[in-house]
């Protein structure tokens, strides 16, 4: 998938994203993670610096596409203290 981070919407017509696009998207993002972080020889430090700004990218995804990223509802309809 190109550039699906550092792109807040990839589809080609521009329209808001569904939850079930944003979750894959999520989960085939998380899974490169996963295996980067296996390979890496970083620090743990540098490591959870890099998590960390992955998961804050991914709210921020969620965010522009009308979701919340924490209960995946509509941000109207977010049942978190604060949506995240």
């Known amino acids: 998938m190109e550039a ?9 017509d521009g329209a808001v994203l569904t939850i079930f696009e944003l979750n894959r998207i999520y989960r ?16 743990n430090d540098w490591k959870m610096g890099i998590i960390d700004a992955w998961q804050d990218d991914m709210k921020e995804l969620f965010r522009k596409n009308g979701f ?3 209960c995946n509802r509509k941000l109207a309809h977010c049942v978190c203290s604060e949506p995240i």
Do not use: A, H
């Open 4 to 12: 699906l981070i550092s792109e807040t919407n990839p589809r080609k």
């Open 28 to 43: 085939d993002s998380f899974q490169n993670m996963v295996e980067w972080m296996e390979i890496s020889s970083l620090t």
């Open 68 to 70: 919340c990223y924490g």
